[in-house]
């Protein structure tokens, strides 16, 4: 079928309003919308100003209500723990109330914030949706992130309430939440009044009498007894929830997602984007934890009346490579959204592919993958062996959705390979040179969007509009900056290449070296430090850390490598997947005094590299090379 893409985005350009108006026909309002978009509200402008909705209606009461009742809205599939759950959109929905009423019953009301720290089980949705009921605006932390990093978000967030579990479970390990849960809560100077506990089998926990409750036994016996609660009138433009993500310092920046604008870019994306109708098995293999998971795990699928997959487990090793499989043949998945790094795994252990042909994927339609640059070795194997279209998309924490996309659902555009192919309607996407001019085609530059963004993205950052002017909006005025660079070719297709800050993609996390600079840096051996990220075949990036130790320091530089590796894993987390250290005696540095990460990037990716004009002592460059070949870095 010809692509309906290029009408639909010239419908989109032409009349803005009337494109997302007609969207949000989709939608069920209390209230319908006073304005499709205000410029009057927030830094440049809100969507749908006056509307008054429920996200959980949309997402359960008019399934429940509307003849989906017996449909399966989640599918929970635990390879981890060995154990499976399909939860129905009528039991989704008795679920959600319970939990509200609980909730509310330990003091949350409209407008609080609830940090949920959960790992990858129906609870940690069910609570997602049962905060959108209630009006309530969660924040939920990824489980691979250490104490202090809760901690930030506690700190920032002020939550009246936690809910978390016992335990997370990695293989080979159970890691005990609860323990991480109570430093996190003692190092922040704001307390939530209560939390929620789900006990699981694998490892429970202590409650501490007074703030710690079961989350099993409360939301069962509300259950058991009946209760019902009905969903707050909240506005289009209130916060559905804040995501905190990596910014360039140590201080994550907290995302605010709204309502409104919200379902309608989800619940448009779910048939244009991904060509999949209600009713219909949507998988993402991601984790709540991320925006991904948000958007595609909870909030879209259940728009759209589909079942959504919770996985509870690796692409490989639980137990095998063909878990992917498995999943999409027991479940009926027709579409699949992961991030290339999982079939880079996949692809190490099952090179040619001989898991895939022991399952029926005869319902398998669609690949998506998003998270980093989708490389065309993985897109190709995955083309051959599972003989579907592999669509790479781009999106950001920030947009909550695909900017530059393949619209199946429109009609499928032809692939090039190393593209997301073409912007989506909603976003006016071009490349400026650092004096905010547009480049030539083909030619290397920033990628911004043209002001407004679409319904969905972030109307600023939590309590911080001027943070969110300073780091989006003020370098090229009028365009919100992406910070990822790229070019655009001859027929409209975006390449993105990479960041323009110094964000690093490992394993489709991303992770800020500010961030881990910091932590480094207040190791007391250690005088000065840089990290860059290093190009992996499995996770695209790794970071690396180069130490200069005060002098006077007598112990030998591995124990102190060491010791900083650790300190990164109890600060930041195991996320960080930090595990190279090395000790050199000077860091390159402009005469202005700047170190030169990207020239130390481009040494250790063994690409060719220039002398950078401004540097202090050439023959630092040499030595970063050769501490870099010792470890096996470098080409
Ligand atoms: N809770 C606690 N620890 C976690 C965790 C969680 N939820 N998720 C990851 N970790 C730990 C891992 O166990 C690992 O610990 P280790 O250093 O002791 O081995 C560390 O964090 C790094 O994790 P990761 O970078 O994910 O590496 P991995 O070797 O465990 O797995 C992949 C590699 C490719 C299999 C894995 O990254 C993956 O499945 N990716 C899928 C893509 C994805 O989810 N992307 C998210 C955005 S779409
Ligand atoms: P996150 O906010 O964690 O989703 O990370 C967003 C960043 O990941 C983007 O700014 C890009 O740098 C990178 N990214 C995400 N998807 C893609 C993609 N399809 N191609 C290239 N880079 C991507």
Redesign the pocket.
Known sequence: MASNYHTVYEQWKSDPDGFWGEAATAIDWAKPADKIFDDTMGPYGQWFSGALCNTCYNCVDRHAEGGRTDQAAIIYDSPITGSKRTITYGELHAEVQALAHVMTEKGVKQGDRVIIYM?MVPEAAMAMLACARIGAIHSVV???FAARELATRIEDSAPAMIISASC?I??GRV?AYKPLLDEAIEISSHKPSATLILQREQLGCDLIEGRDFDYAELVGSARDSGVTFKCADVKATDPLYILYTSGTTGQPKGVVRDNGGHMVALKWSMNAMYGVDPGEVFWA???V??V?GHSYIVYAPLLHGCTTIIFEG???GTPDAGTFWRVIAEHGVSVLF??P??F??IKKEDPDGSLIGQYDLSGFRTLFL??ERADPDTIQWAEDKLSVPVIDHWWQTETGWTIAGNPVGLGLLPVKHGSPAVPMPGYDIQVLDDEGHPVETGALGNIVVKLPLPPSCLPTLWNADERFRTTYLEEFPGYYKTADAGYVDEDGYLFIMARTDDIIN????RLSTGGMEEVIAGHKDVAECAVIGIADK??GQIPAGFLIINSGVSRSEEEIEKEVISLVRKKI???A?FKTAITVPRLPKTRSGKILRATMQKIADGEDWKMPATIDDPAILTEIGEALHKRGFGG
């Open positions: 790992p990824f489980g691979g997370g990695e293989p890691i293999a991601s984790d934890g991320w991904v690796k692409p490989v992961t991030a790094t999982a880079r795994a998003a998270g490992v394993a489709g996390h499995l996770k987390g195991p996320v997947a």
